[in-house]
């Protein structure tokens, strides 16, 4: 079982930066990836970007593409996503996600993000 | 880039069987994973590679995948089972992950 927890929400002006971390208890030996996922109130899930579990690629939704960047340390089992450039439409809970190969498996509980003046 | 479709919400009444849609171009040729999410929770894949589920998902949950459409069914459907529903997909051309925009049950 694979325990992850965001931390690093919080509120940001417009134009600012913040920086997620998701530490996991651990990976599966099955590990493909970890995604981060957000999803705006009332909304619903919008993808924002992932890391293979070496870091050899990283892709990223066309929202944010250019503005964010997802690392891991597998070291110390965290993946990370510094947002810069934040706009009011980032505002949403973030959650990360750990990835098999068949769908994201593990979810985190999310943190809050909220950009506003 | 890859669009999928749900309706926004779907009802039944307890016992019956729930089936929720998400449509796409030439989806049976994609591998659809389909997530559970109860309001103030994270949410929980619950059916994944078309039809397989994750261990702990009662076997009331099922799915298929062909042609336009993957379903997800549900059946004897019971009160807890009321959530909103997204399918899922990884999008090969755009290195994309591409969510359906979310069916709520309603169990009446």
């Known amino acids: 079982q694979v325990q992850l927890v965001e931390s690093g929400g919080g509120v940001v002006q417009p134009g600012g930066s913040l920086r997620l971390s998701c530490a996991a208890s651990a990976f599966t030996s099955s590990i493909y990836g970890m995604h981060w996922v957000r999803q705006a109130p009332g909304t619903g899930l919008e993808w924002v970007a992932f890391?293979?579990?070496?870091?050899?690629?990283?892709y990223y939704g066309d929202s944010v593409k250019g503005r964010f960047t997802i690392s891991r340390d597998t070291s110390t089992n965290t993946v990370s996503l510094q947002m810069n450039s934040l706009r009011a439409e980032d505002t949403a809970l973030y959650y990360c996600?750990?990835?098999?190969?068949?769908?994201?498996?593990?979810w985190g509980q999310g943190t809050l993000v909220t950009i506003s003046s | 880039s890859y669009v999928l479709t749900q309706p926004p919400s779907v009802s039944v009444a307890p016992g019956q069987t729930a089936r929720i849609t998400c449509g796409g171009n030439?989806?049976?040729?994609?591998?659809v994973h389909w997530y559970q999410q109860k309001p103030g929770q994270a949410p929980v894949l619950v059916v994944y590679d078309d039809s397989d589920r994750p261990s702990g998902i009662p076997e009331r949950f099922s799915g298929s995948n062909s042609g336009n459409t993957a379903t997800l069914t549900i059946s004897r459907v019971e009160a807890g089972d009321e959530a909103d529903y997204y399918c899922?997909?990884?999008?090969?051309?755009?290195?994309?992950?591409?969510f359906g925009g979310g069916t709520k049950l309603t169990v009446l």
């Open positions: 890391t293979l579990y070496d870091g050899s690629y990283k």
């Open positions: 899922q997909v990884w999008d090969s051309n755009s290195n994309h992950v591409v």
């Open positions: 996600a750990h990835s098999s190969s068949s769908g994201l498996d593990y």
């Open positions: 030439n989806i049976g040729s994609y591998s």
